[in-house]
């Protein structure tokens, strides 16, 4: 079975420019989550979704930073306009909805903004 | 300050010593998860512990779950190469679907 898809794998871009991030959760599973990785500050959750509805956006950082799941097989992370603070790994993860239920992480964006 | 505090937050041993890895709160969760996080790929479920008390065991592996549902344990016994990694705690406050993450456990076996 395929498993979560995030492209692109690397991305290296210079500030001011306008990112997307893409992700294709497992199909079946009606959760999204999007996260951000870093060194200093570990694992954090973006925003997630359920059913295609955004249901928490409190770790979005900034108004620079939007996300949209038009449809339950695809989601977008945009940022717009990129700063170098945001160079960062980008997880995308799906699970079924439920209580337990493990999330299944894609390979992640590495973001780097010069 | 993180929710979930892990430490240490980095172990070197050599193979076939014992290590473990303690995930602290001061809030209560209603399950706990622990992955595994490998160079260049995302983190892997290893166990869902949800019941306070609990203990679940994966081959080497030994995970707890306290009693007060605030704190948990992994031991890792006669660690291999294979184990490096990064580890994550994961705590879900109510039975839904929304994790806090630990800031991670590196793990480094040497052979």
């Known amino acids: 079975d395929a498993g979560v898809i995030q492209s692109p794998r690397h991305e290296v871009t210079e500030m001011g420019q306008e990112v997307t991030l893409r992700c294709k959760p497992i199909?079946?599973?009606?959760?999204l989550f999007w996260y951000r990785q870093t060194m200093m500050r570990g694992l954090e959750l973006l925003i997630y979704f359920n059913n295609n509805v955004p249901i928490d956006d409190s770790g979005m950082p900034e108004d620079r930073f939007s996300a949209k799941m038009p449809n339950a097989s695809f989601s977008t992370l945009k940022i717009q306009p990129s700063e170098p603070r945001d160079s960062a790994v980008y997880f995308c993860?799906?699970?079924?909805?439920?209580?337990?239920?493990?999330?299944?992480f894609g390979d992640g964006t590495r973001l780097s903004i010069l | 300050t993180q929710l979930l505090e892990q430490s240490p937050q980095f172990l070197s041993i050599q193979e076939g010593e014992n290590l473990t890895v303690y995930c602290n709160s001061s809030s209560v969760f209603s399950s706990l998860q622990w992955y595994r996080q490998e160079p260049g790929e995302g983190p892997v479920l290893l166990v869902t512990v949800v019941t306070g008390g609990e203990v679940k065991k994966l081959k080497r592996l030994t995970f707890q779950f306290g009693d007060a549902r605030k704190d948990s344990s992994l031991h890792i016994t006669a660690a291999q190469p294979g184990d490096t990694g990064l580890y994550l705690c994961?705590?879900?406050?109510?039975?839904?679907?929304?994790?806090?993450f630990g800031g991670g456990t590196r793990v480094l076996v040497k052979p």
């Open positions: 199909s079946g599973h009606n959760s």
């Open positions: 993860a799906s699970s079924p909805t439920g209580g337990y239920q493990p999330q299944h």
């Open positions: 994961a705590g879900a406050i109510t039975a839904g679907n929304k994790l806090t």
